[in-house]
């Protein structure tokens, strides 16, 4: 199934129509008919009804994201989001850590005495709480000291902080961010692939293969690095892309 891209952005946010001073063009984009004057929309190319929503220069027309470069944009909005979830899911689990370092004996005590009232429970089922791994993981966990515990509700900070500043720029289209995703979500593969050789999980191997996906896409999408041309060649792209620079084109060869 093919997505129309350009319609369902202009279904959603309304046409973007401009007249250019150029009559040349203008005779290209502009239409009379029954029911008024119509322009062309410089996002689907459909004509829409009504005065254009703005005129002067061709080249001062709005550089209207279209076709591949808008569909781009969407991709990025989407691990934007998917960014930004994750971040702030480990902000959270960075302040459950903090706040369990903060209290470690009160929840010790508290676990304590839960289990003391569940063992004769539990035995009764014929299950040995005291040798649940469960539980023995839960109490490996008390015993980590204060410290640690900071440091590594820290560092879950820091990561989750470059998830969130990630979301961010990629929800704007920031090469910036585009730069800084490719970088540290490269950074960490190795991390997520060594977890892998611990244990695996189908969430583990999805965020893996998505990770590796995002960073082939924008890193080849956006011609990073100076790949596939560079900067120059993602500007020429998007600037070939937009309606009036192909009419204008095309009425220059009439
Ligand atoms: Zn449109």
Redesign the pocket.
């Given at each position: 199934m093919k997505i129309d891209w350009?319609?369902r952005t202009?279904a959603r946010k309304g046409?973007?129509t401009y007249a250019p001073d150029d009559p040349r063009l203008r005779v290209r984009l502009h239409a009379q008919t029954a029911l008024g004057d119509v322009w062309r929309?410089l996002?689907?190319g459909?004509f829409?009804l009504g005065e254009p929503h703005g005129s002067g220069p061709a080249s001062e027309a709005p550089l209207v994201p279209r076709g591949k470069v808008l569909r781009d944009l969407f991709i990025l909005r989407f691990l934007a989001i998917e960014r930004a979830v994750r971040g702030v899911f480990i902000v959270l689990v960075a302040a459950a850590v903090w706040r369990f370092s903060n209290s470690q004996d009160a929840v010790r005590r508290l676990f304590d005495e839960y289990l003391d009232v569940l063992r004769p429970v539990f035995r009764h089922f014929h299950y040995d709480l005291d040798h649940s791994p469960v539980v023995g993981t839960i109490q490996k966990t008390f015993g980590y000291k204060h410290s640690t515990l900071l440091i590594v509700a820290g560092l879950l900070l820091a990561y989750a902080l470059i998830e969130i500043i990630e979301a961010v720029g990629l929800w704007y289209a920031k090469r910036w961010a585009e730069y800084l995703t490719v970088v540290a979500t490269a950074a960490f593969l190795p991390l997520e692939i060594y977890e892998l050789t611990e244990h695996v999980s189908w969430l583990k191997i999805a965020t893996l293969v998505l990770n590796i996906l995002a960073v082939l896409y924008i890193a080849l999408a956006k011609r990073l690095f100076g790949l596939r041309g560079g900067h120059r060649a993602f500007e020429a792209e998007r600037q070939s892309a937009s309606l009036l620079e192909v009419e204008e084109s095309a009425g220059v060869m009439v």
């Open positions: 350009d319609r202009c046409h973007v929309c996002r689907c459909d829409a």
